[in-house]
């Protein structure tokens, strides 16, 4: 039989609402590059290249931009939150506010 001190919910730390106007333009600016970086990389290779290139860079940005998604959540998410889901505007919040504003 397990103790009442055994049983506990671990506390889930909300996400951080950066505050200052520099914190929120940085948080936008990461969060509009992972939601529209692979749109923008594709229709530049469209622009300059050809269109079967375009679908290759496209393809690779996907991943590129996954691999950079992942590193962003991981270094600035808590360890103990990382399996739960995160959007990008929660994850460029979390990352600004870890990395670049260490607001109280």
Same mark, same amino acid.
């Given at each position: &039989?397990?103790?009442?001190? +055994? +049983?506990?919910?671990? %506390?889930?730390?909300?996400?951080?609402?950066? !505050?200052? !106007? !520099?914190?929120?333009?940085?948080?936008?600016?990461?969060? #509009? %590059?992972?939601?529209?970086?692979?749109?923008? #990389?594709?229709?530049?290779?469209?622009? &300059?290249? +050809?269109?079967? #290139? *375009?679908?290759?860079? %496209?393809?690779?940005?996907?991943?590129?931009?996954? $691999? $950079?998604?992942? !590193? %962003?959540?991981?270094?600035?998410?808590?360890?103990?939150?990382?399996?739960?889901?995160?959007?990008? +505007? *929660? #994850?460029?919040?979390?990352?600004?506010?870890?990395?670049?504003?260490?607001?109280?």
């Amino acid at each position: &039989m397990s103790s009442m001190n +055994d +049983d506990f919910i671990n %506390l889930i730390e909300p996400t951080p609402i950066v !505050k200052t !106007k !520099k914190c929120r333009i940085l948080a936008t600016v990461v969060r #509009i %590059l992972l939601q529209f970086g692979t749109v923008v #990389i594709g229709l530049i290779a469209w622009y &300059m290249y +050809d269109y079967f #290139i *375009a679908i290759a860079a %496209l393809l690779l940005s996907f991943i590129i931009m996954g $691999i $950079i998604r992942s !590193k %962003l959540r991981n270094s600035a998410i808590p360890l103990t939150q990382q399996e739960y889901h995160y959007n990008d +505007d *929660a #994850i460029a919040k979390w990352y600004v506010a870890r990395t670049f504003c260490e607001e109280s």
